[in-house]
C-alpha cells in the first residue's frame, strides 16, 4: 500500500524556537497533503490543506503565520511551528492524497512537546 | 457547519463480544465516510463507504452507509483484546478536485479479557 513517512516522530523544543516537521509520500505523487494536529483524548482537527506549488488553505482558526507550511514538490510537504509555546505541543500528522478516488493515506505521526 | 458525530464514545466489553460503533453526519458536498483505527499512532484505514446500503467486510469488521438518514455503523464481532483502540468515523467533503476529511471525536474502544 501507499506509505507516507513523517520526520520527525519525536521532538523536543525550547519555548520560543522554530520545529520542521516534514511528510513525505514514498511510492506515489500527493496533488494535495493535509496537515492535522491531536490533542490528548480528542480527535484528529485539520489545519490545512497544502497543494504543491500553490498557497496552502488554512481551517478556521489556525494562524498561517505561525504554521507556515511549504509544499515544494509532490512528494514533499513541510510544516513550520515558529516561535513555539507550550500550548503548541500536540501530536501533528499529515496525510497525502493521490487524488482521484483513493482514500487518504496517513504518516505515523511527529509528537511536538516545547518547553 | 459540518458535524460528524461518534457514539458512544467509550465502551468496555469482554472479548468474544459483538460491538457496533455508530457515526452520523451532516455535512455539505459529501463524497465519502471513512473509518479508521488509531491505536498509539496516526489512524489506520479501515473503511471507505461512497454508496448508500452496501455492506463492506474485511475479516471481523464491516460497515454500511445509510446516505438517507445520514449515518454509518461499524461492527465487530467475535472482538479480540487486539481490536482495542480508538475508532474513527471521517467524512471526505468538498466539491470538484478539491476535498477534505471531517472527523469525528472517535468511540475508545476497550476489549477485555
Known amino acids: 500500500g501507499a506509505v507516507v513517512s513523517q520526520h520527525p516522530s519525536r521532538v523536543i523544543c525550547k519555548s520560543g524556537t522554530s520545529v520542521k516537521i516534514e511528510c513525505r509520500s514514498l511510492?506515489?505523487?500527493?496533488?494535495?497533503m493535509f496537515w492535522y494536529r491531536q490533542f490528548p483524548k480528542q480527535s484528529l482537527m485539520l489545519m490545512a490543506t497544502?497543494?504543491?506549488?500553490?498557497?496552502?488553505?488554512?481551517e478556521q482558526g489556525v494562524e498561517k503565520d505561525k504554521f507556515l507550511i511549504n509544499h515544494a514538490s509532490l512528494t514533499l510537504s513541510t510544516l513550520t511551528v515558529t516561535s513555539a509555546h507550550p500550548e503548541d505541543s500536540s501530536f501533528y500528522i499529515c496525510?497525502?492524497?493521490?487524488?482521484?478516488?483513493?482514500?487518504?493515506?496517513f504518516g505515523p505521526g511527529t509528537r511536538l512537546t516545547v518547553t | 457547519e459540518d458535524k460528524v458525530v461518534q457514539s458512544p464514545l467509550s465502551l468496555v466489553v469482554h472479548e468474544g463480544d459483538t460491538v457496533t460503533l455508530n457515526c452520523s453526519y451532516e455535512?455539505?458536498?459529501?463524497?465519502?465516510l471513512l473509518w479508521y483505527k488509531q491505536e498509539k499512532k496516526a489512524p489506520t484505514f479501515l473503511f471507505m463507504l461512497?454508496?448508500?446500503?452496501i455492506e463492506k467486510k474485511s475479516g471481523r469488521l464491516s460497515s454500511i452507509l445509510d446516505k438517507k438518514e445520514l449515518f454509518s455503523i461499524l461492527n465487530i464481532t467475535a472482538t479480540q483484546t487486539g481490536d482495542s483502540a480508538v475508532y474513527l468515523c471521517?467524512?471526505?467533503?468538498?466539491?470538484?478536485?478539491?476535498?477534505?476529511?471531517?472527523f469525528g471525536t472517535g468511540t475508545r474502544l476497550q476489549v477485555t479479557l
Open positions: 496525510s497525502a492524497h493521490p487524488g482521484g478516488t483513493y482514500e487518504q493515506y
Open positions: 511510492d506515489f505523487q500527493a496533488t494535495t
Open positions: 497544502s497543494n504543491e506549488g500553490s498557497k496552502a488553505t488554512y
Open positions: 455535512v455539505t458536498n459529501f463524497r465519502s
Open positions: 461512497t454508496s448508500s446500503g
Open positions: 471521517a467524512v471526505e467533503i468538498g466539491t470538484g478536485t478539491a476535498s477534505k476529511l471531517t
